[in-house]
């Protein structure tokens, strides 16, 4: 029982961890040199629903690999990075390989958006509990739980 023994102690970890640093992203430079993070993006003073419906259709064109759809909500995608940081959230912006699962918010979005990124000294699967129980709370629009690393 050694894996279920590790889960939940790094349960226990991820349950008392607070971020060592808060970004609200204004430039992306300041997130030069953040490797290990959690990011959420969440659209300000649009309409969720609308918004919903833009990303389905852009989506069902095929053009670029993208995000799960899920449900409507103001937060657009609560993910992590453990390689980058600046480079994934360029990827949702719009900027990255169309094969890269992302928002790429600059192909069908023209609203409003905030980035949020939450940096913690905790290791890889630590991290990746503590998205997914932001995740779970924040109930992002798109993506989908768990990590790529399954």
């Known amino acids: 029982m050694l894996y279920i023994d590790t889960l939940i102690q790094n349960c226990h970890i991820a349950k008392a961890a607070i971020p060592s640093k808060v970004i609200e992203v204004d430039d992306l430079s300041a997130l030069d040199g953040i490797q290990k993070a959690i990011y959420i993006i969440e659209e300000v003073g649009g309409n969720p629903e609308e918004t919903f419906q833009a990303f389905s259709r852009y989506k069902a064109r ?20 453990t390689t980058g940081v600046r480079k994934r959230i360029e990827q949702h912006l ?28 905790v290791s890889d699967q630590v ?11 924040l109930k992002p629009a798109f993506g989908k739980q768990g990590g790529n690393n399954k």
Do not use: M
């Open 62 to 81: 095929k053009e670029r690999a993208c995000a799960r759809l899920n449900a409507p909500s103001t937060v657009l995608y609560v993910g992590s990075s």
């Open 94 to 121: 719009g900027r990255g390989n169309k094969g890269t699962y992302a928002l790429h918010l600059s192909h069908w979005f023209s609203g409003k958006y905030k980035v949020t990124v939450r940096q913690y000294d």
């Open 127 to 137: 991290l990746q509990i503590i998205e997914d129980d932001l995740s779970h709370s």
